[in-house]
């Protein structure tokens, strides 16, 4: 679905346009492949690029083609499974165009007004995405970060669910760190090849230090799980260790009476079968050896 929106700085609000015209932002959300030509034909653009914008595995980083620049960006889904998704921002002479699979959450702020967009001043709105990028990112970030120092509060009571939520943070987090990496790269480039006002830069120099802490947090906490899952592996050895040992003993003492009862039970004469206090005698011996037993292992501190 393709629509048109514009606002310039008298206006208080952005709103929804029916016809395109220069300095409006057109967003594509999961277009189709006639809407794909369509933006393709009117604004003279790579199709190969368009088209990556709908692809969720594209590395943020940014493209020039003709006078076209084409940034790619990794967006939080609506419903965040751990996945990310990919938002990209075509800036033409005219008008800025964002394609993606899915709406992102920040487009909601700006058709309420919470975020103000000019879509007259393109780079400006560029900025004003990125950040917003940025901030789903870091609050996403801090989320987890929470939920993993509260994991390692109660570490030695942690259950396998607990176990798999930190692979998953795990698995999220790195995903972060490589996402923080290549928007750094993203925004470096953009500096370059984009003619930011001394004010616009110091944002962009903004966002890269947002995106080098947002990183930094993240390789803290991936540490902070690494450290937890080895507590755990130790832990469970440990455990491990303790039931086998438990069980070896209890083999040993049980192994010993059963080796001499098999042996009073074969069908041969053996020493004080007729004597009425065989089994005393027998019985004697087996509290003996046990007795034995136990204080070797105790005086070896095995018990």
């Known amino acids: 679905m393709i ?14 346009v029916s016809t395109l015209s220069g300095g409006a932002w057109i967003s594509a959300i999961n277009p189709s492949d006639e809407e794909i ?17 709908l692809d969720d595995f594209e ?24 996945e990310l998704s990919t938002l990209l921002i075509i800036l033409t002479p005219d008008n800025l165009i964002t394609i993606s699979r ?10 309420e007004g919470t975020e103000k967009l000019i879509t007259t001043q393109k780079l400006k709105s560029l900025i004003t995405m990125l950040s917003l990028v940025n901030r789903e990112f870091e609050k996403v970030t801090r989320r987890i970060i929470k939920s993993v120092r ?31 990496h290549y928007m750094n790269l993203v ?7 984009l003619d930011f006002f001394e004010d616009d830069k110091d944002l962009i120099e ?12 993240c390789r803290s906490s991936l540490r902070t799980i690494s450290n937890i899952r080895n507590y755990i592996l130790v832990l469970s050895s440990n455990r491990l260790n303790k ?23 074969m069908n041969v004469a053996l020493p004080f079968q007729d004597n009425p206090f065989t089994f005393a005698y027998v019985f004697g011996f087996l509290l003996l050896v046990w007795l034995s037993v136990w204080l070797y292992f105790k005086r070896s501190n095995i018990l």
Not at 157 to 166: C, N, R
Not at 206 to 217: C, F, H, K, Y
Request: proline content about 3%; hydrophobic content about 35%.
């Open 59 to 82: 590395l943020p980083r940014i493209e020039e083609e003709d006078g076209v620049h084409y940034i790619y960006v990794n967006i939080m889904p609506a419903k965040f499974e751990h």
């Open 37 to 53: 030509t369509e933006l393709v034909k009117t604004h003279s653009l790579d199709e190969f690029n368009v088209r990556g914008g």
């Open 3 to 16: 629509s048109y929106y514009k606002r310039t700085i008298r206006d208080k609000k952005i709103k929804e």
């Open 102 to 111: 899915i709406e992102p959450r920040f487009f909601k702020k700006i058709m």
């Open 206 to 217: 903004d966002l890269i230090i947002e995106g080098t802490q947002g990183a930094d947090m």
């Open 150 to 180: 509260g994991e390692r509060n109660i570490v030695q009571s942690l259950e396998e669910k607990h176990v798999t939520d930190l692979l998953q943070y795990e698995d999220v987090l790195n995903t972060f760190v490589t996402s923080y």
């Open 243 to 265: 039931i086998l040992k438990v069980l070896t003993i209890f083999t040993v003492f049980i192994s010993i009476p059963a080796a001499i009862s098999g042996l009073y039970g």
């Open 187 to 193: 925004y470096e480039r953009m500096t370059r090849q």
